[in-house]
């Protein structure tokens, strides 16, 4: 079942144009991994999903409803879960009163166990200032896990994290698509991403293309060329 | 249009949350937020207000206490206003959205203690 879907999206900052026809599709169960070159507009498209930027033109569907000015706040009070490039949490409160806060806003049971996975009782304590760049990404995605989303857009969840963190993170993230919720992911770990991911997009010249699966998308002539080059 | 999902009837709610109902759906801050947003709005009111006193101060000479309805309602729309800012200012805007919590309410319950102020340093100023 898709979850969210966007048709045509295009998007200009001033006069550069980022976006022209841009399409994404997220289903639930799955995870869809969206890459593409710097610059390429992978984040626009992620926070144009999310309501967080409103597109110049194109169709937004999330749960079979079709959002004419769709904003952040509206969409997520309907399930969805945007983790930003950016830190998540409030730098100066303390994690677990956060995941508390989201845990109780939207009265859900968050898995235990994705939370062990995510070592979030050892951060529970402190300040997202006081943590490191691995830890807060731990942090932002536990969150995610409170919320038990309907439609999880992650940008960049991967970065900067150390291989081991890496593969908790992304087994996270396959664990929440099993559990029902269409994961989206964008990144250039493409390793972890083309493990975990069951489509992949290649977003590339303002649009872009639904390669298939992993194994498919590692065969697409173009996009091994554009894209992953010696990957 | 604005709902509040936590006022609309269980049913409603339901369709709602299922994504059955054509309702825009937003969450109603927990306690600890609004707490939170309470404080910033009167600290930025004080801001606010001092400000508009000092101006006055350079323009007149004078400290000025009561303000025109029209310059009250400027000071609390600019105190919702500035909350907005300060909120991006601390990166805090994404988890609010994820929470439910749209910017109308941000901006409401910041300038709530502003307004709140400003009546009761009008009623005081009227029956001393």
């Given at each position: 079942?898709?979850?969210?879907?966007l048709?045509?999206?295009g998007k200009?900052?001033?006069?550069?144009?980022?976006?022209?026809s841009?399409t994404?599709?997220a289903e639930?169960?799955?995870?869809?991994?969206?890459?593409?070159?710097?610059g390429t507009?992978?984040?626009?498209l992620?926070a144009i999903?999310?309501?967080?930027i409103r597109?110049?033109?194109?169709?937004?569907?999330?749960?079979?409803r079709?959002r004419?000015?769709?904003?952040?706040?509206?969409?997520?009070?309907e399930?969805?879960?945007?983790?930003?490039?950016?830190e998540?949490?409030i730098?100066?409160?303390?994690?677990g009163a956060?995941l508390?806060?989201?845990t109780?806003?939207?009265?859900?049971?968050?898995?235990?166990?994705?939370?062990?996975?995510?070592?979030i009782?050892?951060l529970?304590?402190r300040?997202?200032?006081?943590?490191?760049?691995?830890?807060?990404?731990?942090?932002?995605l536990?969150?995610?896990v409170?919320?038990?989303?309907?439609?999880?857009?992650a940008?960049?969840?991967?970065?900067?994290?150390a291989?081991?963190?890496a593969?908790?993170?992304?087994?996270?993230?396959?664990?929440?698509?099993?559990?029902?919720?269409?994961?989206?992911?964008?990144?250039?770990?493409v390793?972890?991403l083309?493990?975990?991911?069951?489509?992949?997009?290649?977003?590339?010249d303002?649009?872009?293309?639904?390669?298939?699966?992993?194994a498919?998308?590692?065969?697409?002539?173009?996009?091994?060329?554009?894209?992953?080059?010696?990957? | 249009?604005?709902?509040?999902?936590?006022?609309?009837?269980?049913r409603?709610?339901?369709?709602?949350?299922?994504?059955?109902s054509?309702?825009?759906?937003?969450?109603?801050?927990?306690w600890?937020?609004?707490?939170?947003?309470?404080?910033?709005g009167l600290?930025?009111?004080?801001?606010?207000?001092l400000?508009?006193a000092?101006?006055?101060?350079a323009?007149?000479?004078?400290l000025?206490?009561?303000?025109?309805?029209?310059?009250?309602?400027f000071?609390?729309?600019?105190?919702?206003?500035?909350?907005l800012?300060?909120?991006?200012?601390?990166?805090?805007v994404?988890?609010?959205g994820?929470?439910g919590?749209?910017?109308?309410?941000?901006?409401?319950?910041a300038a709530?203690?502003?307004?709140?102020?400003?009546i009761?340093?009008?009623?005081?100023?009227?029956?001393?």
């Amino acid at each position: 079942m898709i979850v969210l879907e966007l048709d045509s999206v295009g998007k200009s900052f001033g006069r550069r144009r980022i976006l022209t026809s841009a399409t994404l599709r997220a289903e639930a169960g799955g995870v869809t991994a969206l890459l593409g070159r710097n610059g390429t507009g992978k984040s626009t498209l992620l926070a144009i999903a999310a309501g967080v930027i409103r597109a110049d033109y194109g169709r937004i569907i999330f749960r079979d409803r079709m959002r004419e000015r769709p904003t952040h706040a509206a969409l997520a009070g309907e399930g969805l879960f945007f983790l930003p490039m950016r830190e998540l949490l409030i730098p100066t409160m303390l994690v677990g009163a956060q995941l508390d806060l989201v845990t109780r806003t939207f009265a859900t049971t968050p898995d235990g166990a994705l939370l062990d996975q995510l070592h979030i009782q050892d951060l529970r304590d402190r300040r997202p200032l006081t943590l490191s760049g691995g830890e807060r990404r731990r942090a932002d995605l536990a969150a995610a896990v409170c919320r038990t989303p309907v439609c999880l857009l992650a940008d960049e969840p991967l970065r900067d994290l150390a291989p081991l963190d890496a593969e908790c993170c992304a087994d996270v993230l396959r664990s929440l698509a099993r559990a029902g919720c269409a994961v989206v992911v964008t990144g250039h770990e493409v390793e972890p991403l083309l493990q975990v991911a069951d489509r992949v997009v290649w977003c590339t010249d303002g649009t872009t293309y639904d390669l298939g699966t992993p194994a498919s998308a590692a065969d697409h002539l173009a996009f091994r060329r554009g894209y992953l080059a010696g990957a | 249009m604005f709902r509040c999902v936590r006022y609309l009837p269980m049913r409603v709610r339901r369709e709602a949350h299922a994504g059955n109902s054509n309702l825009d759906v937003y969450m109603v801050p927990d306690w600890l937020l609004i707490r939170l947003l309470l404080g910033r709005g009167l600290i930025l009111w004080l801001g606010v207000r001092l400000s508009f006193a000092l101006i006055g101060f350079a323009l007149y000479g004078h400290l000025p206490t009561a303000f025109g309805p029209m310059t009250v309602l400027f000071i609390v729309g600019l105190t919702g206003v500035l909350e907005l800012v300060d909120q991006r200012r601390r990166g805090e805007v994404d988890l609010f959205g994820n929470l439910g919590i749209s910017r109308a309410v941000v901006a409401t319950l910041a300038a709530v203690p502003a307004l709140a102020a400003e009546i009761a340093i009008s009623v005081a100023l009227r029956y001393p």
